[in-house]
């Protein structure tokens, strides 16, 4: 058995040759951590990479904001997520922009023009419970994007897609959490 998996190997390589691998790694070297292997359209992925960094952005300033509006008997305890999850979002933008240098692009944090990149909007709430349903639709959108985003970059660069795959994973965690808050208020 073991013969037959070991010929089965050389007969079907699946790894480049040592000798290759090491020419093609000194060929476009000012391309950093972007190999031949790098099958997306990298402009695309930038565009799409700064237009979640847009979202993440918004998403950001809406939790801070609803953070010190929230008021009322149950303010403390949905206070406290709110600025729980803008912690988070805080982290999905640092990854989101460190994963753009890497791709040899320029991750986009000008304010000018941050609503209109960002898919979420940026909508206030007047009541603690119209603060939590506009933070559930921005992570049902985020939600949404994300899961294409994932679908577009299929295997082409799987890099990314694990990037957002995991941050798709936070952000249903986030709806889930803010559709119970909604639940308990009696909603």
């Given at each position: 058995?073991?013969?037959?998996?070991?010929?089965?190997?050389?007969?079907?390589p699946f790894l480049?040759?040592?000798?290759?691998?090491?020419?093609?790694?000194?060929?476009?070297?000012?391309?950093?951590?972007?190999?031949?292997?790098y099958r997306a359209?990298?402009?695309?992925v930038v565009k799409?990479?700064?237009?979640?960094?847009?979202?993440?952005?918004?998403?950001?300033?809406?939790?801070?904001?609803?953070?010190?509006?929230?008021?009322?008997?149950?303010?403390?305890?949905?206070?406290?997520?709110?600025?729980?999850?803008?912690?988070?979002?805080?982290?999905?933008?640092?990854?989101?922009?460190?994963?753009?240098?890497?791709?040899?692009?320029?991750?986009?944090?000008?304010?000018?023009?941050?609503?209109?990149?960002?898919?979420?909007?940026?909508?206030?709430?007047?009541?603690?419970?119209?603060?939590?349903?506009?933070?559930?639709?921005?992570?049902?959108?985020?939600?949404?994007?994300?899961?294409?985003?994932?679908?577009?970059?299929?295997?082409?660069?799987?890099?990314?897609?694990?990037?957002?795959?995991?941050?798709?994973?936070?952000?249903?965690?986030?709806?889930?959490?803010?559709?119970?808050?909604?639940?308990?208020?009696?909603?």
């Amino acid at each position: 058995m073991a013969k037959a998996k070991a010929a089965s190997t050389t007969q079907h390589p699946f790894l480049t040759d040592i000798k290759t691998l090491r020419a093609r790694a000194r060929k476009h070297i000012e391309n950093g951590a972007v190999t031949n292997g790098y099958r997306a359209d990298r402009a695309t992925v930038v565009k799409l990479l700064n237009e979640a960094l847009a979202t993440e952005l918004v998403c950001i300033l809406r939790y801070k904001r609803h953070f010190f509006m929230a008021s009322g008997i149950n303010a403390d305890a949905v206070a406290q997520e709110f600025l729980q999850h803008a912690t988070e979002e805080q982290g999905h933008a640092d990854l989101i922009a460190a994963r753009i240098v890497q791709l040899k692009g320029e991750p986009n944090f000008n304010p000018d023009g941050l609503a209109m990149r960002s898919h979420a909007e940026y909508v206030e709430g007047d009541s603690l419970v119209d603060m939590i349903k506009e933070d559930l639709v921005a992570e049902r959108i985020a939600i949404e994007s994300y899961g294409e985003m994932i679908r577009y970059l299929g295997d082409k660069d799987v890099t990314t897609r694990r990037m957002l795959e995991d941050i798709l994973a936070m952000e249903e965690e986030h709806a889930d959490d803010l559709s119970s808050l909604l639940e308990d208020l009696g909603r």
